[in-house]
């Protein structure tokens, strides 16, 4: 515990090293502990009714994520600074909450198909719906929805909201002019707005990737290599005590979920194991988090997500110009289901997805406010680019 303490005030690379060899360990016991456990109580997916070809494999496994953050979390929280004990509670506290919730979206997976269905035969939407059966783990879109808007409002009225946003031309624009008084507590309600829907799009656009096997197990890990770059830029940037201090809290959490996201890819490659909404949903919410933990760097996160969070307008209008609920899931609208039909390989797409997402990531980390709105151009362009040339081949 006073090695930890010591790391807060004098950090060095090798405890970084430590604390991310230790989660690995953690991490590689986690995963392990999943495929011999899962199949015994029956967490397994059911591949046929969505056409592939394969045994079951473990499923809701994103839970594993939790549960080593979770304990790594409670290690910190009797050392980490004061100041920054606050926000951890705040990500333990409401990443329990997200974890549970879409723990039980996974049950109701994993339970809604017979097992007897034939292996093979690949269902549209309304099929699959059709073949479901209701179960009393079943998570509504609006309650979903109305999860994520909760979360970030919690996240909105702490010290971890989106205080303030670089102006265009320079400067910094203050949120927190505009605020309501309730007893000895404010309420600023530019930021809680800010930061309600940052996590609604990033919540959204991480869990609408993935349609392609892998594609959002990696698409998680240039999230988090991004933040960790931006980070320690940051870190070496600006060597105020506060700041810094935030910085060292930041690369902490960093080392304790890199390597858990760096496992779940892995296990998901053949796939041995799927992660589920849980998955997918915790990894939002730590990336939706850390970007805003690094001092508001939510433009250059939303750089890496840039691709689906387009995409993310795309498909609600056009669900929307359709007559349908946006919070109706499709196998039509979103880009890679339309790159899939036309015969685009899934390993195609990956490389796409990742290569934009990975370099213009990168490179927003280094660039000034007018080279991060000439790339968001650039990024807009590519996307709205791909969109028209899919509807000409339709």
């Known amino acids: 515990m ?40 029956g967490l397994l997916d059911n591949p046929a009714p969505y056409g592939h070809k394969r045994a079951p494999v473990p499923f809701g496994v994103g839970i594993a994520f939790f549960a080593n953050f979770a304990l790594f979390a409670l290690l910190l929280v009797p050392v980490v600074p004061e100041t920054m004990r606050e926000k951890l509670f705040v990500l333990l506290l409401l990443g329990a909450l997200v974890s549970a919730v879409s723990f039980l979206d996974d049950l109701d997976t994993i339970y809604k198909f017979d097992r007897d269905e034939k292996v093979g035969i690949k269902k549209t939407s309304e099929e699959l719906q059709g073949h479901a059966r209701k179960t009393p783990f079943a ?22 909201k989106i205080g303030y946003v670089s102006g265009i031309f320079g400067g910094v624009v203050d949120l927190t002019q505009y605020y309501a008084v309730f007893g000895d507590f404010r309420v600023y309600l530019v930021p809680l707005l800010f930061t309600v829907v940052w996590y609604v799009l990033v919540f959204n656009s991480i869990n609408w990737s993935d349609g392609v096997p892998w594609l959002t197990s990696w698409l998680v890990v240039i999230a988090l290599l991004v ?76 750089t890496v997500l840039w691709v689906y969070l387009i995409d993310a307008f795309y498909v609600i209008a056009a669900r929307i110009y359709n007559g349908k609920s946006p919070l109706k899931g499709d196998r039509i609208h979103h880009l890679h289901y339309r790159l899939l039909n036309l015969w685009m390989s899934e390993s195609f797409i990956r490389k796409f997805v990742y290569s934009i997402s990975f370099l213009f990531g990168v490179a927003a980390v280094f660039l000034d406010r007018v080279g991060k709105i000439i790339l968001f151009g650039i990024l807009v362009a590519v996307v709205l680019f791909v969109t028209k040339i899919l509807s000409l081949k339709k």
Do not use: C
Request: glycine share 4%.
């Open 2 to 41: 006073d090695t930890i303490a010591l790391f807060f005030h004098f950090p060095s690379a090798s405890a970084i090293v430590a604390l991310a060899l230790a989660s690995s360990v953690t991490s590689f016991a986690i995963f392990r502990a999943v495929l011999r456990y899962f199949p015994k109580f």
């Open 227 to 302: 933040i960790a770059i931006s980070t320690v830029k940051f870190y070496f940037a600006d060597a105020t005590p506060a700041l810094r201090e935030n910085s060292v809290f930041v690369l902490s959490i960093l080392a304790v979920v890199l390597p858990t996201a760096i496992f779940a890819w892995y296990y998901n490659l053949a796939p041995r194991v799927l992660m589920g909404e849980t998955g997918t949903m915790f990894a939002s919410f730590l990336i939706a988090s850390l970007a805003i933990l690094v001092w508001g760097k939510v433009a250059t996160v939303a």
């Open 139 to 160: 998570v509504p879109a609006k309650v979903r929805l109305a999860l994520q808007i909760f979360v970030g409002a919690v996240v909105g009225i702490t010290s971890i």
